[in-house]
């Protein structure tokens, strides 16, 4: 699979949405039935272009090495697969999930006297350090994965009933921390499982490591050593 391809494909499927979107809602309120119609027909030539955009992502995505899982997840079909493996490097010996968090901004930053994950509104005029797109695409994959009601939305409810319990003050930040717990789960699964497809032996994350946490194993291992 070439994920240059992927990136492309999908970032262009993004603009032909867009611009159908954008042409159609002009449409609405145009009153010439002449005009309305030139935009009627454009509105249909973007929406053939982009679903014929979207058949040559699903092609790549089935061409890489983690789909066989993908596929077993509720909630990933190959479209927000796409949306995610267009923007995540391959895994790395020496390196682990926790290069995605940081990529994705997934990573805790002090905010006043609390610790939040970054924001542009705490930028104060610097450049962001994580890839908003990413973050962005994430959100709509766990968003996904909480509507399938499966294996990573267990985990959700897990981590936000402990959460409360340990922070009640919290109220409403529950959902947003235990959301991102249950993403980031996804992800380690996901690094392990297209490391492990490619040959390579990624170490164990930092808080299996190094703080002694409990492994969560990966559900619906396919493949030889995911465990």
């Known amino acids: 699979m070439n994920m240059n391809a992927l990136n492309t494909l999908v970032k262009t499927q993004a603009i032909l949405e867009r611009a159908r979107i954008s042409i159609h809602n002009q449409e609405l309120h145009i009153d010439s039935e002449t005009a309305r119609a030139r935009y009627a027909a454009l509105t249909r030539i973007l929406s053939d272009y982009e679903q014929?955009?979207?058949?040559?992502?699903?092609?790549?995505?089935?061409?890489?090495?983690?789909w066989p899982w993908l596929q077993t997840v509720k909630g990933i079909g190959q479209q927000t697969a796409a949306l995610i493996l267009s923007y995540l490097l391959p895994p790395l010996e020496d390196k682990g999930p926790s290069t995605w968090f940081k990529a994705a901004g997934l990573y805790p930053v002090a905010v006043g006297e609390e610790m939040r994950l970054p924001r542009y509104d705490h930028l104060n005029g610097q450049r962001a350090t994580w890839h908003p797109r990413l973050r962005r695409n994430l959100h709509i994959v766990g968003?996904?994965?909480?509507?399938?009601?499966?294996?990573?939305?267990?985990?959700?409810?897990?981590?936000?009933?402990?959460?409360?319990?340990?922070?009640?003050?919290?109220?409403?930040?529950?959902?947003?921390?235990?959301?991102?717990?249950?993403?980031?789960?996804?992800?380690?699964?996901?690094?392990?499982?297209?490391?492990?497809?490619?040959?390579?032996?990624?170490?164990?994350?930092?808080?299996?490591?190094?703080?002694?946490h409990k492994k969560i194993r990966v559900p619906h291992p396919v493949g030889a050593g995911i465990q």
């Open 143 to 212: 968003t996904s994965l909480m509507r399938a009601k499966d294996f990573y939305y267990q985990h959700y409810l897990e981590c936000r009933a402990a959460l409360a319990l340990k922070h009640p003050d919290w109220k409403g930040r529950v959902h947003s921390v235990a959301f991102w717990k249950m993403v980031k789960l996804f992800l380690a699964h996901l690094y392990e499982v297209w490391a492990l497809e490619i040959g390579v032996q990624p170490p164990e994350p930092y808080p299996i490591a190094l703080l002694g």
């Open 52 to 66: 014929e955009w979207e058949a040559l992502m699903q092609q790549e995505v089935r061409s890489h090495p983690a």
